[in-house]
């Protein structure tokens, strides 16, 4: 333990833990992330393939990127955006998938989108699937969308918070990887890694943090780990927070895989485009073709179907796609895919999912997760966030704002305010 005595400790270096503690740097108060595995970035992760990409298993795009400060970070990194419009909204391939028949898609979609937008503005929050036509021909591939966004099909998905996301529908990339600038973000900052908070007991004058690499000393504690980790109380809290693990039960983590598969011949393909494999169901994967114009493709699996086959095995994806790729371009293209990498997120330890969502009546759950107990004991994280919720830049705002809390807290006067 590098220091086991310090005014803040950052309990999880994501983006939101890095944000609070680069705040905290610059506010001359001594942080220090404290950090369960042996990197820091969290759900935020870049790999280099063979060929030298840079691929991004957890967040990728820079969503509302004209108002996203990690644009800005990016770019002082030196980083290059890409600002191609997403696959989502270009109009995909007409193979498997007829043009008046997307049209007619794209139509289901948009009164779906109307009926939620009213749902929500009613007294009782409900599930967004209230907003689904009975017996409507594209209520699985409107289904499969909700297992994108949220991780989830739309009846366990609250209808007022998904209308509370704010989304500016402007969409970029980074080249070398989200997930690179994330990490290189936090690099100079004083972190420990490798290291798991297990308990906080908040009963004395200073706050005591036990973790598998000893005690620390601190004043006030952000706790910025996922909703799923709080809610299966995977730290001991004394004394004990229920109002935290019920907030955090009301927010879980919806599930979203992606598996990169190399493509040969991929020329043929536009590229940046997307297919679905099946249009008629929810438990199918979309293929973002050529992504960047490389011979790749990115699947990717959510909900109930990602968790089917994370339960399977890696290998299960791979399969599935290819099934899946052969119903929409024909038997030999199962010759042309190999698979690169997957992380199943659900099975990973310390993120037990992908991004939150709130369960119907859990709209409010993500103001109580992210209040603050005693001035001392903070939290942060994307699922704190009311408007920009499971997301990479929601997740820093509620960094900066833990962290400004922070200082309010401390009375430090001198320090200045930060906009980022
Ligand atoms: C497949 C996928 C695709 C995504 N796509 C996008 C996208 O395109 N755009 C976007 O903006 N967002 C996307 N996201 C979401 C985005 O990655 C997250 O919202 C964001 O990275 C969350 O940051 P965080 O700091 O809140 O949490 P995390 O990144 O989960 O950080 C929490 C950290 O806490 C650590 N930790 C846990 N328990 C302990 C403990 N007891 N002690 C110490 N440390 C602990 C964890 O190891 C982790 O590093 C995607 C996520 C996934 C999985």
């Not at 990194?77 to 600002?83: F, L, M, T, V, Y």
């Not at 690179?180 to 706050?207: E, F, Q, Y």
């Not at 910025?224 to 693990?245: D, S, Y």
């Amino acid at each position: 333990m590098p220091s086991s005595d310090v005014d803040v400790v950052i309990v999880g270096g994501g983006a939101a833990g890095i944000a609070a503690a680069r705040r905290l740097h610059h506010a001359k108060i001594r942080g220090l992330i404290v950090e369960a595995r042996p990197r820091l970035g969290g759900r935020a992760l870049t790999i280099i393939d063979g060929s030298g990409f840079a691929l991004d298993l957890g967040c990728g795009w820079l969503h509302s990127a004209d108002r996203n400060p990690w644009v800005e970070i990016a770019t002082e990194q030196g980083a290059s955006i890409d600002k191609g419009p997403p696959p989502w909204q270009r109009q995909g391939p007409a193979i498997g998938f007829p043009r008046p028949q997307q049209q007619e898609f794209y139509a289901a979609l948009d009164q779906f989108h109307a009926r939620l937008e009213k749902l929500a503005q009613g007294e009782t929050d409900v599930p967004a699937s209230a907003a689904l036509e009975p017996g409507n021909r594209w209520n699985g591939l409107i289904n499969a969308l909700s297992t994108y966004i949220s991780g989830a099909e739309w009846d366990r998905v609250s209808a007022q918070d998904f209308d509370r996301y704010a989304d500016s529908s402007i969409n970029w990339r980074v080249v070398e990887g989200l997930g690179t600038v994330v990490k290189r973000c936090g690099a100079d900052l004083p972190a420990v890694r490798d290291c798991r908070v297990l308990a906080i007991d908040h009963r004395g004058k200073r706050l005591h943090i036990e973790t598998t690499q000893g005690a620390i000393a601190a004043d006030q504690v952000i706790v910025a780990i996922p909703t799923t980790l709080v809610a299966a109380e995977q730290i001991a809290f004394t004394p004990a927070l229920a109002e935290k693990t019920e907030a955090a039960a009301g927010l879980p983590l919806g599930l979203d895989d992606k598996l990169f598969m190399s493509l040969d011949g991929a020329d043929e393909f536009e590229k940046d485009v997307r297919v679905f494999g099946h249009t008629d169901r929810a438990a199918t994967a979309a293929y973002h073709l050529r992504p960047f114009g490389r011979p790749l493709i990115e699947a990717y699996f959510g909900g109930p179907c990602a968790a089917a086959l994370e339960a399977e095995g890696e290998g299960a994806f791979f399969d599935f796609a290819v099934s899946e790729l052969v119903g929409v371009f024909g038997h030999d293209f199962a010759r042309r895919v190999r698979p690169i990498r997957i992380h199943r997120w659900g099975l990973d330890p310390l993120a037990l999912g992908s991004y939150s969502f709130a369960l119907p009546g859990a709209v409010d759950d993500r103001a109580k997760l992210a209040a603050p107990v005693d001035n001392r004991l903070f939290f942060a994280g994307e699922a704190c966030s009311t408007h920009d919720y499971s997301t990479a830049h929601g997740a820093w705002h509620t960094g900066v704002a833990a962290a400004d809390q922070v200082i309010a807290a401390r009375g430090d006067a001198t320090v200045a305010p930060a906009n980022r």
